[in-house]
T-cell receptor, first 117, second 113 residues
Framework: GAVVSQHPSWVICKSGTSVKIECRSLDFQATTMFWYRQFPKQSLMLMATSNEGSKATYEQGVEKDKFLINHASLTLSTLTVTSAHPEDSSFYIC?????????????FGPGTRLTVT | AQSVTQPDIHITVSEGASLELRCNYSYGATPYLFWYVQSPGQGLQLLLKYFSGDTLVQGIKGFEAEFKRSQSSFNLRKPSVHWSDAAEYFCAVISGGSYIPTFGRGTSLIVHP
């Protein structure tokens, strides 16, 4: 089946620094990718839709200047957490839809654990 | 509004016992339905999906789910649970014309030896 990778799998950074997380579709092209945030013991919260060659679409309440998304190619989307603060510590998951018949199936990356100290 | 409900936050079963995790949705038309499993610190793995056809679908790891239109449900079942099944389980729905899933809040499965 389709595979989506994320890098890094975990990262620790100091408050005020920026962190970049990569999401790659390894064996299919993804013009669209999704970025989720997951707090402990909670469900996935959609942050934004990453669109290849155009601006990302952010969900209500998500700061686009803080969570910069770039979708530079058909297989790579990046999420940069700028000026990170401890409250940005979370589990970030990306996914990419792959068309299956008349619908789409989401393939999820393994997630990135961000800890801001 | 469209929604996905997983009424059980936690489910505790003994190893070897049967399991049923509930999922209800509220959509106008028949949606596409998914069950995912997430182990601690990991991403989501697809267990099974329903698009159309036979309402009883088989998935990986011995799981199955049954779509019941009259009840707007897509419950996940397994006849005999293994300790390695302990994880978080998410039901997700995609409505027609979209490819963005809506997730339930998840059910945490605890397996006692």
């Amino acid at each position: 089946g389709a595979v989506v990778s994320q890098h890094p799998s975990w990262v620790i950074c100091k408050s005020g620094t920026s962190v970049k997380i990569e999401c790659r579709s390894l064996d299919f092209q993804a013009t669209t990718m999704f970025w989720y945030r997951q707090f402990p013991k909670q469900s996935l919260m959609l942050m934004a839709t990453s669109n290849e060659g155009s601006k990302a679409t952010y969900e209500q309440g998500v700061e686009k200047d803080k969570f910069l998304i770039n979708h530079a190619s058909l297989t790579l989307s990046t999420l940069t957490v700028t000026s990170a603060h401890p409250e940005d510590s979370s589990f970030y998951i990306c996914s990419a839809p792959n068309r299956v018949g008349s619908s789409y199936e989401q393939y999820f990356g393994p997630g990135t654990r961000l800890t801001v100290t | 509004a469209q929604s996905v409900t997983q009424p059980d936050i936690h489910i505790t079963v003994s190893e070897g016992a049967s399991l049923e995790l509930r999922c209800n949705y509220s959509y106008g038309a028949t949606p596409y339905l998914f069950w995912y499993v997430q182990s601690p610190g990991q991403g989501l793995q697809l267990l099974l999906k329903y698009f159309s056809g036979d309402t009883l679908v088989q998935g990986i790891k011995g799981f199955e789910a049954e779509f019941k239109r009259s009840q707007s449900s897509f419950n996940l079942r397994k006849p005999s649970v293994h300790w390695s099944d302990a994880a978080e389980y998410f039901c997700a729905v995609i409505s027609g014309g979209s490819y963005i899933p809506t997730f339930g809040r998840g059910t945490s499965l605890i397996v006692h030896p």
